[in-house]
């Protein structure tokens, strides 16, 4: 009878609670329906359902609010903007604010005091975080494209996790790619003489810092300098590695390089065009112990190029010196003396196996992420005991095989985190400070931690000295992957050298090869390079996001200067140039990247770049196209071949199922006509001025592509942030952007807003948010044991 009563009780109280909350969630939608019904219902309620879309056709406010597609539609135009439509009346900030958090709250259940993380998959390292990953552990450029096939991407990112899984035949090439690795990275034979390479940005000529080694131009006659720290006295090799660049085609343009120490020219080598990749130039001489010496490469003027010829100049890849050539000093090359810390092997079996332990420590710890596990440690060395036992083979053979029994284990090649309650999925949890240094050094250098990163890790510190660490992290050069990877991405930069385009048709040139020489690949590389610099100075230099949009300056070298008709730039290196007051350039939707890939091969495409705009620089795409759409040249038939394509997207959209989205896409497209599908700036199209004016959702009016510019930067400037965060949140914890991560992306926009609005700030929102810091409390492999050390 009391067990009866007992479940009597329960049953009645939690219905109640049922009850109450229903209750209270009508009551609240009863605050917030007059807002809809005067600003919503005309066009989506009483009867009217404008887009298929109807907001009032339920039978109960609890059976409304279940409907979970049409509130997220509601939320999703509401918080862009988008809705009410820019010539309907408006609601007010406080309005808008009550309606979106209403539905946050009583139709998503968002908790704003602790956000959820969302789930993210267990992720293999990517193709380029694998090929720096290897290079920061073994300090070798591996070439990856030879062995592991291009990542599947997600969202528009290489880095989500859900498409990073591992196939079997996949695991074959890491087993094959961890061969060739060790194969390259472990010298077999033992110490031996040693070779170390020059930093090339460390010649100099007195007469110019600006000056380089990747551009000595025929010329121009310079002496370039460098002054290296030499240990030991004896004969010496100088190696340099180059190559002549400048022109695709033959040139009669001629010079000398020379290569000599102090006041002696050791050797040198007559040059003119080559179109060889590696060219070498090798000497030898005595060197002194320190820095007293000094090595200069120099060149000597030659024959000009003729008319119409291009100059030519050099570009010094690499500067290597070896020796002493007398094998007096042998030491284990330099990019694993880190592990052979304590030079060649003790004779004695147990003092091998402490030096086998302390090389294992050392690298399993960099690879894994964290410290190595001891039993994990034992079966390593114990390997490469037998390894070295075997008949013919070194101790260097048995440390090889234990790197590449690190390289092919899931902890290596498998981005996990371990979960410190996996039985408990609904809690959220902050992550230990070993993920965090790995999300951490994945974000910003696509690679493994540092030392200092996995110190402080082990130390408890890594959240608190974490914006000091962001901001050492991006000023290594290593954060350049960072900029190539992200902007390679979000503004598919790394497009722009492969993107299919008729130059023959786009530049009116008959003549394939001429066409192709005036739009090179050297051309489209520079372009790429702007973009990456470009972000690269806003981020570092702590500059105003919008400043991507709006910027008075870029960064050019000749090639791409010329092609935009920007005055006073030589040399192939990128600079920063400031921008006339009258330019048609600044921003990145001025910039050749953008332009070529939002083009089609024959002509430019107002719809790409509508669309790119709106989902890259305003968060709101606009739904996927119907399906057998004709594509737009279907309404040029008949008598509208001569149609400008402001006339045929017309033509196109005033078919009902395609109207919609086009109202988006079409008037920011066609405000960058003047843009070619290469970059070039045009006034006409098929004869007729071309008008790039136009009216956004939001209601803003353009006459032109930089007043466009400065509308997203000014009246849209809140949603460019907000899609800047959303970009780099999806792109840091490997997933897209879920409803759920609304309180999260408006505290990083909230934040920035109040502190700058910079670029970085928004990196440092992304880095110090929930799904960044913290997990949900699903299970890992790792934790629960399933995947083998």
Partial sequence: MKVFFLICWLCFFTGAIGVSEDSAAEKEFDEIEPILMDFCYDCHGDGMDKGDFMMDDYESVVAHLRDFDVWYETWKNVRSNLMPPADKKQPTDEERKKVLAFIESRVFEIDHENPDPGRVTIRRLNREEYRNTIKDLLQIDFNVKDILPVDDTGYGFDTIGDVLSISPLLMEKYLEAAEKVVEKAVPRDGPEIVEWWLDVDDFRDARSESWSLDWMPFEHARKMESKPWVNYDGEYEIRVDFNVIGSDEASSNSA?????????????????????????????????????????????????????????AINVNAVRIRGPLDGSQKDYPRHVRYLFSEGPPPPGAEERDIYREKIFRTFATRAFRRPVEEGTLERLVKIARQVDAQPGNSFEDGIAMGIKTILVSPRFLLRAEIQPEPDNPGKIVPIDEFALASRLSYFLWSSTPDDELLRLASEGRLRVDLRKQVDRMLKDEKS?????????????????????????????????????????????????????????????????????????????????????????????????????????????????????????????????????????????????????????????????????????????????????????????????????????????????????????????????????????ATARYRDFHRALAEKLLTYAVGRGIEYYDAPTIDKIVMDIETHGATLREIVYGVIESAPFQKRRGDGDLFATGAVSH
């Fill in 256 to 312: 000398t390089l020379k290569v000599g120490v102090g006041d002696r020219e050791l050797t040198s080598r007559q040059l003119g065009w080559d179109n060889s990749k590696r060219l070498m130039l090798k000497t030898k001489t005595t060197l002194k112990r320190g820095r007293d010496q000094t090595i200069w490469l120099a060149t000597e003027r030659g024959a000009p190029p003729e008319k119409g010829e291009k100059k030519l």
């Fill in 480 to 712: 350049l992957r960072f900029v190539q990877n992200f902007v390679g991405q979000w503004l598919m930069a790394r497009d722009v050298e492969t993107m299919n385009i008729d130059e023959r048709r786009v530049l009116n040139i008959s003549d394939l090869n001429e066409a192709r020489r005036t739009f090179s690949l050297r051309l489209r590389a520079s372009m790429r390079k702007e973009s990456e610099y470009f972000f690269a100075h806003i981020l570092k230099e702590n500059r105003l996001a919008t400043e991507l949009l709006t910027a008075n300056y870029t960064f050019l070298n000749e090639v791409l200067a010329d092609w935009y008709k920007v005055e006073g730039v030589k040399g192939s290196h990128m600079r920063l140039v400031k921008l006339p007051e009258d330019s048609i350039r600044g921003g990145l939707l001025s910039q050749g990247t953008f332009q070529v890939v939002t083009s089609n091969p024959t002509r430019t495409s107002p719809v790409k770049r509508g669309l790119f705009v709106l989902e890259n620089f305003l968060a709101t795409p606009p739904p996927p196209a119907v399906p057998d759409v004709p594509p737009l040249e279907e309404a040029a038939k008949g008598g509208k071949k001569n149609l400008t394509l402001r006339e045929l997207l017309a033509l196109h959209s005033e078919q009902a199922m395609c109207a919609s989205c086009h109202q988006r896409m079409d008037p920011i497209g066609l405000a960058l006509e003047n843009f070619s599908p290469v970059g070039l700036w045009r006034d006409n199209d098929k004869g007729q001025p071309i008008d790039a004016s136009g009216k956004l959702m939001t209601g803003e009016v353009f006459g032109s592509a930089k007043e466009l510019s400065e509308i997203l």
